[in-house]
């Protein structure tokens, strides 16, 4: 099992570890509320990413261009910012945003409070 003991990582900063989907999970966990490293797991890859400011600074960028689009179409959506999206055993990832179209419905009044939707439909 791998325990979350990672030294302070500089901005920018990315590792590739290979592990398990239960040792993604676990640290995930151990990493509590915090946004900060992000994790993406995909076949037996880790990868650990620390994001630059600069990151922080642009994050909003394409979101709000979206956002505009879909006011002007008149379209119902729903979006969250932080997120893990999980595919148990198979994968798991945490975007900057993510927007519910289609299936907006789905995720209404869910709780999302600790930035992680188990059950997400399709987006």
Request: hydrophobic share 35%.
């Amino acid at each position: 099992m791998i325990q979350l003991f990672l030294p302070e990582l500089k901005p920018g900063t990315v590792l590739q570890l290979c592990c398990s989907y239960r040792d993604y999970e676990r640290m995930v966990v151990q990493r509590g509320n915090s946004s900060i490293p992000r994790f993406k797991y995909r076949n037996g890859a880790l990868l650990i990413m620390v994001p630059l400011s600069e990151h922080g600074k642009n994050a909003d960028v394409v979101p709000d261009i979206i956002k505009t689009l879909l006011d002007h179409q008149n379209q119902i959506y729903d979006s969250f910012t932080p997120i893990t999206l999980t595919l148990p055993e198979t994968s798991g990832i945490e975007p900057d945003h993510c927007f519910y179209i289609t299936n907006w419905e789905a995720v209404q009044g869910k709780n999302v409070s600790i930035g992680k939707l188990i059950h997400h439909p399709i987006l």
